[in-house]
């Protein structure tokens, strides 16, 4: 059945929350199929999943049902029920399988679980879900951390990579990947250094840092050369603030979401010092 978003009004996230919940209840991987089975057997019918199961998945099924035709019954609906309550649930897990180190043997998966996962292994709806859950609790502290932004504006062009750089920076910031924000600020300062200063103090930098000069190299240099690049002089200042975040981020831990604000805003205001035309 497909859903609609009324139009001309605000996005209310609290709806989307529980559209994506109703499309749970509706459409989690092996509720019907659960149901269908135990169905099947309520209505005398069970011969009917010869044609759809493998012989042997067939002959043991068969036998726990003829063993106990209301046990079995009463577990294939439990497994529905199971299914259908724990999708999202079991979405997120899924998707944090992915993200994270899983050692070997440490859980034993439900039953149910086990069988939504290989009824959804081409589907994808675990991870579509999880995708959907996550994204739509990011939305308001998104915004919130977007509003107190305000546009990066200059008066000369870097480069694309070095809009890139900033576009994934900030997107980071947005989306509380506090730690990878702060890494790409330091990128994209040495991205727009690089493009700004002369040619022939590039070269010279090139061959005394072998190719491999670091935001801190640069930043040293523009320090002895601060006339000859023509850089404001409150420049230094605030991006060896960005480049000391930024070394915190890849050598001593996980950064503060006020860490990641702070290198983020410094970094664009210094782009603004760097590219004032």
């Not at 603030?241 to 970094?267: F, M, P, S, Y």
Request: hydrophobic share 45%; glycine share 4%.
């Amino acid at each position: 059945m497909t859903q609609t978003i009324p139009t001309g009004t605000a996005i209310e996230i609290d709806q989307l929350h529980a559209l994506l919940l109703r499309m749970a209840d509706q459409n989690a991987p092996g509720r019907e199929f659960s149901m269908a089975i135990a169905e099947l057997a309520r209505t005398g019918r069970f011969e009917h999943l010869r044609t759809v199961l493998p012989p042997v998945v067939y002959d043991e099924m068969w036998l726990r049902y003829q063993s106990n035709p209301g046990a079995f019954i009463g577990e294939w609906e439990h497994l529905a029920h199971e299914m259908q309550q724990g999708f999202i649930q079991h979405a997120r897990q899924r998707l944090t399988s992915l993200t994270r180190l899983q050692l070997a043997g440490s859980a034993l998966t439900p039953a149910w679980q086990s069988i939504q996962r290989a009824l959804d292994s081409r589907q994808n709806d675990l991870l579509r879900a999880a995708m959907a859950a996550e994204m739509l609790d990011l939305i308001e502290p998104a915004v919130a951390r977007a509003n107190h932004l305000r546009e990066c504006v200059v008066g000369a062009p870097s480069s694309e990579e070095a809009d890139r750089y900033l576009d994934e920076a900030t997107r980071c910031y947005f989306f509380a990947l506090f730690t990878a924000c702060a890494v790409m600020c330091r990128s994209v300062l040495e991205e727009a250094i690089k493009q700004r200063l002369p040619e022939s103090m590039m070269t010279l930098i090139r061959s005394r840092y072998r190719n491999a000069a670091t935001l801190g190299n640069l930043l040293h240099e523009i320090n002895n050369n601060l006339r000859a690049t023509g850089i404001a002089a409150e420049f230094p200042r605030l991006a060896n603030h960005v480049n000391d975040i930024g070394k915190k981020a890849v050598h001593q831990g996980l950064l503060t979401e006020d860490e990641a604000r702070a290198c983020l805003q410094h970094a664009r205001e210094a782009l603004e010092m760097l590219l004032a035309g």
